[in-house]
């Protein structure tokens, strides 16, 4: 016989299961964020330290949501970055029109307020980018480097879910990527899942072996690392709210058949807001 005192814990496990079992990307075009995210990064490269601190700020939104496919925009709105090393400290906010107007600015303008688009697949894969301020030399080239070695790989702003249901507890594995444009695998955890939200920890290896080019040289990079880290999704949707993460890695840099031996701790935090 079913009573109410046994009732209302039936019902309550009903409903969190229902949760977990519906856990799943869902945006809707028209969505937007407004993203922070903030960068750590201690270096070692040829025994030189280097320390650089930088705050990203940018605008979010799903453009398209189709068939086999979302649409991602990417604008950034505010970069701050602090380096220290070899003998140098400098700073830049790109708020401060003395720094636009700076050598760092001029470099660096190009990028601030125009639209990276971002095709991400229905299992939150990046599949393509394409960014407006795409040129030749400097931090352009390196910007393109980067976004080189982010397609296939998973879109932080999105959930990353197996091909099955999964309840609080449940842990599984996904690769991605080749080691000419960059190899991870993840092993995820989904810790808890509530109406506040889904957190979901992660642990994972990443490995880069090939050449890349800058500045029209030829870099070969050998890169080895572990990361870790924990991040919160919108319930309904799948949407960042929230993220942390640590990576170690190390390896060298081969420049005109010389290598340089590099070592790098790089810690992030991304915190995602609903935007109008």
Known sequence: MITKRTLLPVLLFTALAGIANAQKIAVKKGQKLETI????????????????????????????????????????????????????????????????DGQIGQTLKDHIGTVQEIQVDKQGKVSGLTDTTRKAGGMADMMSMTGDMTKGQPYPMLIQLPAKAVKPGDTWTDSSGTPATMKTVYTYTL???????????????????????????????????????????ETGSGLLKTSTGTLDMKGTMGIMGQNAPITATISTNIIARKSL
Do not use: C, H, P
Request: no cysteine; charged share 25%; hydrophobic share 35%.
């Open 191 to 233: 810790k808890n899942i509530s109406a506040d939200g889904a957190v979901v920890s992660y642990t994972g290896t990443m490995a880069k072996s090939g050449t890349v080019s800058q500045n029209g040289m030829d870099i070969q990079m050998d890169m080895n690392g572990t990361t870790k880290g924990e991040s919160t999704y």
């Open 37 to 100: 995210t903030t960068t750590k990064m201690s270096m070692e490269v040829m025994g030189q330290n280097m320390d650089n601190e930088s705050s990203l700020t940018a605008a979010v939104e799903v453009k398209d949501v189709n068939a086999d496919s979302y649409l991602f925009t990417n604008i950034i709105k505010r970069m701050q970055i602090k380096v220290s090393g070899m003998g140098q400290d400098v700073s830049f906010d790109s708020d401060k029109k003395e720094d636009m």
